[in-house]
């Protein structure tokens, strides 16, 4: 006997990662040049030159034991106070190390908030459709409800009625991606004032907070100088999931960390059932050698010119095929709609007679349109686009 739910969950690939190894299967039988792979956000950019010389230099100056070793479960504190110095000095905050709690990336990091919340059979974590999937088995593998808000189209920011609508006296948390996986789309200043009026009167109204669960990995990736609200900043009881897999493209080394401010309420019961749930799952002591890094490289921000190429090409050439699509202010993806209404239909078509992969957007709670990952190669894009003319052409 083994348990069912993880049975399942192991067994039912995403559909993200099944795109992507067919892409690798026919890579391999017709040549890379002829495959058009959209389906993973697999940071293109090199990381900064200076987290690779800051690896370098702390493998021949630093001690074996302190790089290769244990540090404490919360990661060393020198690390966590150089992440605290660069939050206040880009923000304005005033965040210490006490409040950081490191985590081998964004996953582990929300996996541990929404075990610490989730406090009986009748939890439930609201969403904000469209979605990155996996918050599906973080929630319900963990005992809660997931309850998705529907997608504010074609805008994709987020409709205070339908979240008001969603809220129960059961709501631990909301969960908000900005910006957003898999649309693009920046959450501005004014959404999330009304977000936090909505939840501030509802947390008064059940007599408990609602927390926001921030998960931010792509905070650093926006273009045309467009703010992204430090949320934390616009409602106090705002819980940050951040990684730097994005910001320094380091996806492969599983370095990030739980954010809780002073100010957040019953902060300090947080914070330890965070490390209690991380102790559970084994997920303590992130990689020390990626710890001392980061305590180095804190700063360092990425080149984001090669990304903003690709979102000013691909946007542009497919808006001009007829394609809709709500225009990406951050990340790397772009969320189109599927011009026969089918993104599943349109997905497979596209596999099968282009080697165009792109992922359909249903797992992201939002059907009918599909999820493009820019963080592709220029040149391959140009070579695409004939495929996506033809899918027009098939379904426009």
């Known amino acids: 006997m083994v348990n069912e739910v993880f049975h399942q969950l192991g067994t039912e690939p995403s559909v993200i990662r099944e795109l992507f190894a067919y892409g690798l299967q026919r890579s391999a039988e ?38 290769h070793g244990y540090s404490m479960a919360a990661g060393f504190t020198e690390t966590r106070q150089a992440i605290a ?11 210490h190390a006490g409040n950081l709690f490191l985590t081998c990336g964004a996953a582990p990091a929300l996996i541990s908030v929404i075990k610490a919340l989730i ?17 599906r088995p973080f929630v319900e593998s ?13 805008s994709f920011q987020i409709r205070l009625e339908a979240l008001e609508e969603s809220l129960t006296p059961h709501t631990r948390a909301l969960i ?113 050698l990626m710890q001392l890094v980061i305590q180095r490289c804190a700063s360092q921000m990425p080149d984001l010119a090669a990304y903003d190429e690709n979102r000013k090409l691909l946007y542009g050439a497919l808006t001009d095929m007829g394609y809709v699509c709500a225009k990406p202010d951050g990340a790397f993806y772009l969320f189109v709609k599927a011009p026969n209404g089918d993104a599943v239909a349109f997905s497979q078509k596209a596999k099968l007679e282009h080697d ?20 592709v190669a220029a040149d391959m894009i140009r070579r695409s686009l004939p495929a996506f003319q033809a899918m027009m052409d098939a379904f426009g």
């Open 176 to 288: 908000l991606n900005s910006p957003n996986n898999p649309s693009g789309v920046v959450y501005t200043r004014s959404t999330l004032e009304q977000v936090a009026a909505l939840l501030q009167r509802k947390s008064s109204q059940y007599g408990h907070p609602i927390y926001i669960i921030a998960d931010e990995p792509y905070r650093e990736l926006v273009y045309d100088g467009v703010e992204v609200p430090f949320i934390p900043c616009i409602y106090p009881n705002t819980i940050v999931c951040y990684s730097y897999s994005k910001s320094l493209s380091l996806p492969g080394e599983r370095i990030g960390y739980v954010l809780i401010p002073d100010w957040v309420e019953e902060g300090a019961g947080v914070y330890a059932a965070v490390a209690g749930a991380a102790r559970s799952m084994g997920h303590v002591c992130p990689p020390t």
């Open 142 to 154: 963990n005992g809660g409800k997931l309850v998705v808000v529907p997608a504010d189209v074609p």
């Open 119 to 135: 406090c009986d059979a009748d939890s439930e974590i609201a969403v904000v459709a469209p979605f990155f999937p996996e918050y």
């Open 356 to 375: 165009l992969l792109v992922v359909p957007g249903d797992g992201f709670g939002c059907p009918g349109y599909l999820r493009l990952s820019y963080c």
């Open 30 to 67: 017709v040549g890379s040049e002829h495959v058009y792979d959209y389906s993973l956000g697999n940071p293109s950019i090199p990381a900064p030159k200076a987290v690779n010389q800051a690896i370098t230099d702390i493998l021949q100056d630093t001690d074996s034991i302190r790089v």
């Open 85 to 95: 110095d660069d939050l206040n000095r880009r923000l304005g905050t005033s965040l």
